[in-house]
């Protein structure tokens, strides 16, 4: 089983909302798509699920062409940011009513509706309405409609940005568990590095309606082949620093040997400090211009030669704004791209990884 989009495209009213996009999607895969808010994300799942026909392109499932079949004859099941269910049904009526709509006979869709929702932990909670329910035991509710198809392709549109944090971690979680036993082809979008990179599997990033990278997710995180690809897989964004080479000699000490040109260097957040941690780190002078507290750990906004720059730096800081500070940085963290965003050495942490 597999989901191919060969060159496919969405243009609206003019519009490019997807470039051409080639894409293949195996049986038994999560697949994660990332990116900023109008990267694509969703234009691209509707292209999958058939809610859009391709302004260019084909979509091949199985090997054969659907691009022209309407979503109800595909085996697709999506599940969108709002999730939806029905307030006067029960839990079990919920779960059962697309099989419903299919013709299912009685003692099929009793025996799917109680398979399945012992796969989401909704067994106690078949009698109960929704509203009954904890905000996670609703997005359950949802989800067990859409798997309860038997769908060979499900498709989950940012399906945990409206639930707080207790109930996001507990999905996420689940999610994998639930993607592993049903053995359909997962797509699950998400504006959040953090979450491609805990449910595994591949992750295309998007930026702007084109896929920059696909291929399995810590591979894409640690050896991005572009500079957006890394700035995409990076929360806060990752922060660059401009440099040329002349003469075989860098304009900022400590990057790389490279043949003459302009360069980027590259590094995440995470990698600045606010002391020297490794003797042959890298000490930069930067002005402090905003700290934010999360509780744990201290973001610091910076600016060093008109660059933007953000650190995330473990425990709380008081820090005088507007004063000058040094940030250190170890050369092992960080990525060179060429002038026009290209690859070419990627951070030696990340190939010894």
């Known amino acids: 089983m597999s989901l191919e989009l060969q060159g496919v495209t969405k243009v609206v009213e003019g519009q490019v909302h997807v470039h051409p996009t080639d894409l293949v999607l195996a049986r038994g895969t999560m697949n994660v798509l990332l990116g900023p808010t109008l990267s694509g994300k969703t234009s691209l799942m509707r292209l999958m699920a058939g809610l859009d026909r391709p302004a260019q392109g084909r979509i091949l499932w199985e090997g054969r062409d659907v691009t022209g079949m309407r979503v109800q004859d595909r085996k697709v099941a999506m599940v969108y940011q709002q999730f939806v269910n029905y307030p006067?049904?029960?839990?079990?009526?919920?779960?059962?009513?697309?099989?419903?709509?299919?013709?299912?006979?009685?003692?099929?869709?009793?025996?799917?509706?109680?398979?399945?929702?012992e796969m989401m932990r909704l067994t106690p909670m078949l009698e109960r309405k929704p509203l009954e329910l904890s905000g996670g035991q609703q997005q359950r509710?949802?989800?067990?409609?859409?798997?309860?198809?038997?769908?060979?392709?499900?498709?989950?549109?940012?399906?945990?940005?409206?639930?707080?944090?207790?109930?996001?971690?507990?999905?996420?979680?689940?999610?994998?568990?639930?993607?592993?036993?049903?053995?359909?082809?997962?797509?699950?979008?998400?504006?959040?590095?953090?979450?491609?990179?805990?449910?595994?599997?591949?992750?295309?990033?998007?930026?702007?309606?084109?896929?920059?990278?696909?291929?399995?997710?810590?591979?894409?995180?640690?050896?991005?082949?572009?500079?957006?690809?890394?700035?995409?897989?990076?929360?806060?964004?990752m922060?660059?620093?401009?440099?040329?080479?002349?003469?075989?000699?860098?304009?900022?000490?400590?990057?790389?040997?490279?043949?003459?040109?302009r360069y980027l260097a590259g590094f995440r957040p995470n990698h600045l400090h606010l002391s020297r941690h490794a003797a042959d780190a890298l000490c930069f002078d930067a002005q402090l211009v905003v700290t934010e507290l999360t509780g744990s750990e201290t973001f610091v906004h910076l600016y060093h030669?008109?660059?933007?720059?953000?650190?995330?730096?473990?425990?709380?800081?008081?820090?005088p704004l507007g004063q000058s500070l040094p940030v250190w940085l170890d050369p092992r963290h960080i990525y060179v791209f060429a002038e026009d965003g290209r690859m070419v050495t990627p951070a030696a942490y990340a190939t010894a990884a």
């Open 305 to 319: 030669h008109g660059q933007r720059w953000v650190g995330l730096i473990h425990g709380i800081h008081d820090l």
């Open 88 to 117: 006067a049904m029960t839990v079990f009526e919920n779960i059962a009513s697309p099989l419903r709509l299919m013709g299912v006979d009685r003692a099929e869709i009793d025996r799917r509706v109680r398979e399945t929702a």
């Open 239 to 261: 922060n660059f620093l401009p440099f040329q080479v002349a003469g075989g000699r860098p304009s900022v000490a400590g990057m790389p040997a490279l043949p003459d040109g």
């Open 141 to 237: 509710c949802a989800l067990a409609r859409a798997l309860v198809k038997n769908a060979g392709l499900v498709l989950l549109d940012e399906p945990l940005a409206n639930l707080d944090y207790k109930l996001r971690e507990e999905l996420r979680v689940e999610i994998p568990r639930i993607f592993a036993e049903s053995g359909a082809i997962f797509v699950y979008a998400t504006t959040e590095p953090e979450e491609a990179l805990l449910l595994g599997g591949n992750t295309a990033t998007l930026w702007e309606g084109r896929v920059t990278q696909f291929g399995p997710t810590p591979h894409v995180y640690r050896q991005p082949v572009d500079a957006t690809t890394a700035r995409v897989f990076s929360d806060p964004p």
